[in-house]
């Protein structure tokens, strides 16, 4: 199976692509508005918009003809339970918007778990704002008796709330289909406090160690033994016996694995080296992984962004090498990363343009070698010209975004609509070896495109300090466009002579045929660049997103 990447609403993805219990394991952190009031979230739906498109970072859902089919598909699902119930919830509730966000889930649920193997499990993050209604449909879906656990991941340590509590956590919950799912024991890190406690002892090569009893719990005659240790005393046995074999005995004497106590008559313990301690086994309430924070080295600015270590977890736990690791909101691609790094094989969706691009980036920035590149299939995004242009002219938001990551960069201010004021993304292209500047993009997906744009970014270029600018169009630029843009010069620096704004169109992207540009930083890598005036003056936009 080759490891897919697909742009596309997951409900249709899931129904097109993906087949009957093909995949191993399911991780989603599907979008909604944790920070809305409580009471936000029943208000009746007033004013326009899509009802079931997502855009980026905008994570609510509205009542409306998509959530209506979303309960029509639940009716005609089979599931008598899930139907009963949703109905239930819609009397009760009313049509808002989070009932539009259960109606959608619970549709997404029953393909998801139709997908899933019978050795296959399930996680579905969320916050407190939804988690008792969304377990309500996870047991419709998967049964009652499946629900394995409601983990509990502490998000910081403390949050400002001025008439209630503060709200530290967010909710996994974990089912499995079946009863004989995949499981792998997984530890938890010992606390500085119970090592300090626990492993109080250090050997000659300063390996800590705690003592171990040898006594075995239940009598066993066989193993009444006396033995003779290799610091010439012997020891007696308990009268329930030795814990291992006189074998087993020796083999520890040799590998320095036995205690010795300073008392002739005390008795032999075993030493546990700290180093080759597992740690805790996992409970369900995990405090020991941060979440990402404004100076996480792995931070990509993404504003649902999930920490790496979580995720190698839940994989690690849940998964064997090989399995197939599947994530239907998969965002800025931390599963998909994750799943790399443990050698399983991934499935990805998103709903924009912004995610698949910042995931192939992130993938190919951390995975290509000089042996070639990380092999996976991109589906649902531009391969050529034509579909380029199609794009452009159905989407001209997804297009802006599009092409502003394939060609290094990223989009201004998350890619919302309506932010670019003629600036529509940024990229950093390395002056030296350890700093970077700040360049500047500007894209047009329409045809009606002159040099007067030209001379509107070589303005922002001069009055902001930008060495670089990409203008970025679907259509070929005319011969003053050209001339214009070789007019604003070359930069020069560490790398060479580059042009300082330059004109790209998709054709050249899939002709080979990219900007000249120095090496740009990779995504966790663009805060060590040096700061320009653009980036005071725009608010600190010059951040990825």
């Not at 899509?50 to 609510?60: G, K, N, V």
């Not at 193993?223 to 016996?241: Q, T, V």
């Amino acid at each position: 199976m080759t490891n897919r990447l697909y742009y596309g609403d997951n409900l249709e993805v899931l129904r097109e692509h993906v087949a009957d219990a093909s995949v191993d394991l399911i991780y989603l952190d599907p979008p909604f508005n944790s920070n809305a009031s409580y009471n936000v979230l029943f208000r009746a739906p007033s004013g326009g918009g899509a009802d079931a498109s997502i855009e980026a970072f905008d994570d609510t859902w509205q009542w409306g003809p998509a959530a209506e089919l979303a309960l029509d598909d639940i009716r005609s699902s089979g599931n008598h339970k899930l139907w009963t119930l949703m109905e239930a919830m819609k009397q009760s509730l009313g049509a808002n918007a989070l009932m539009a966000y259960l109606a959608m889930m619970a549709v997404r649920l029953v393909e998801l778990h139709r997908v899933l193997k019978d050795t296959g499990s399930l996680y579905l993050h969320c916050d407190p704002t939804a988690s008792h209604y969304l377990k309500l449909v996870l047991d419709a879906v998967f049964g009652p008796e499946n629900f394995q656990n409601e983990i509990v991941w502490r998000t910081s340590a403390h949050a400002n709330a001025s008439q209630k509590l503060g709200a530290v956590h967010d909710i996994i919950f974990l089912y499995g289909k079946g009863d004989r799912v995949t499981w792998n024991q997984v530890y938890a890190p010992y606390s500085p406090a119970y090592v300090a406690e626990h492993f109080v002892h250090q050997d000659e090569d300063g390996r800590l160690f705690r003592r171990s009893d040898l006594v075995n719990p239940a009598v066993r005659p066989n193993l009444r033994y006396e033995y003779h240790a290799s610091n010439g005393r012997i020891y007696k046995p308990h009268r329930n016996g030795w814990k291992v074999s006189l074998e087993v005995m020796k083999q520890l004497d040799r590998e320095n694995r036995l205690f010795f106590p300073a008392k002739e008559d005390a008795r032999l313990r075993k030493k546990i080296y700290l180093d080759e301690s597992p740690g805790v086994p996992l409970t369900d309430v995990w405090e020991d992984l941060p979440p990402i924070h404004a100076s996480s080295q792995e931070r990509l600015g993404y504003p649902t962004q999930k920490p790496l270590g979580l995720l190698q977890r839940i994989i690690a736990a849940s998964s064997n090498p090989g399995d197939v690791v599947l994530d239907p909101f998969c965002g800025c691609g931390t599963a998909v990363d994750a799943a790399e790094k443990l050698g399983r094989q991934w499935i990805g969706i998103d709903l924009t343009h912004l995610a698949i691009g910042l995931i192939e980036k992130r993938m190919h920035e951390g995975y290509d070698t000089a042996e070639g590149p990380l092999e996976f299939e991109v589906i649902g995004v531009p391969k050529d010209k034509d579909s380029a242009l199609r794009l452009a002219a159905e989407k001209p938001h997804d297009f802006q975004n599009w092409f502003c990551l394939k060609v290094g960069g990223y989009p201004l201010d998350g890619g919302r609509k309506g932010a670019d004021r003629g600036v529509d993304g940024h990229f950093y292209p390395y002056e030296n070896s350890r700093e970077t500047s700040t360049g500047v993009i500007s894209v047009k997906a329409g045809a009606n495109i002159g040099v007067a744009m030209i001379r509107d970014l070589r303005g922002v270029m001069e009055r902001e300090g930008y060495p670089f600018a990409l203008f970025l169009s679907a259509y070929e630029p005319t011969k003053p466009m050209l001339a214009e843009a070789a007019a604003a010069g070359v930069h020069e620096n560490e790398f060479g002579r580059f042009p300082r704004l330059q004109i790209l169109t998709p054709a050249d992207l899939f002709h080979g045929a990219p900007a000249k540009l120095p090496p740009l930083a990779p995504i966790n890598r663009r805060h060590a660049r040096v700061e320009t005036r653009a980036s005071h003056k725009e608010g600190g936009q010059g951040e990825l997103l």
